[in-house]
């Protein structure tokens, strides 16, 4: 909000209160009315929640949403390092984790034209998956789209969709590791023609 009507001499957007203080002159009042920008407000914010430490975004989530504390303490830090890059705003949270505490509804119309082959290969996959980690994982998915053919971009995001119910989430094999095997065998069951 201080870069409204105030402009410091050499160009900087992010201060601390503390900053701020120090470097303001009032010689960088603007003369012109301010605007307010939405967007430039969110990318700010996004920029402040990425210079938090992984616990202290983690505290701010724990206020923010009742399901989120529900979680193992290690399991909200895993989630908090898969969507800092990618939030705007603390409420971002339910957005884009909130399918960790809460199996999504999948509307079928979100799904790629090849889903009825991917979603029963990845099942397939994932269910002979003895060592449950991101490494097997990876290695195995990327087997079958090679073997099957298939594109990787159409397989990942039908598989992501099911898992998720959404497009727009954390990687979606890091996201798998998270959930656990059996919780994402049974979503993808529900799902799987």
Request: charged share 30%; proline share 4%.
């Amino acid at each position: 909000m201080i870069l409204c009507g105030w402009a410091p001499k050499n160009n900087r957007e992010l201060y601390s209160l503390k900053d701020f203080v120090e470097a303001f002159e009032a010689d960088g009042f603007q003369k012109s009315n301010p605007v307010f920008n939405r967007e430039k407000l969110d990318w700010f914010n996004g920029e402040y929640i990425r210079k938090l430490s992984d616990e202290e975004l983690c505290a701010k989530f724990e206020i923010l949403n009742s399901k989120f504390t529900e979680v193992d303490k290690n399991t909200k830090l895993q989630i908090t390092k898969l969507i800092k890059d990618r939030i705007k705003k603390i409420t971002d949270l339910e957005t884009f984790a909130g399918f960790f505490w809460k199996t999504p509804e999948v509307d079928i119309n979100l799904f790629g034209e090849n889903y009825k082959k991917h979603l029963p290969d990845a099942l397939q996959v994932i269910e002979g998956i003895n060592d449950w980690n991101l490494e097997n994982l990876n290695e195995k998915l990327m087997s079958n789209i090679k073997e099957k053919e298939y594109k990787t971009g159409d397989f990942f995001m039908d598989l992501r969709i099911a898992i998720t119910g959404t497009k727009f989430t954390p990687p979606v094999n890091d996201s798998m590791i998270l959930l656990g095997k059996e919780e994402v065998v049974n979503r993808l069951k529900k799902v799987t023609p």
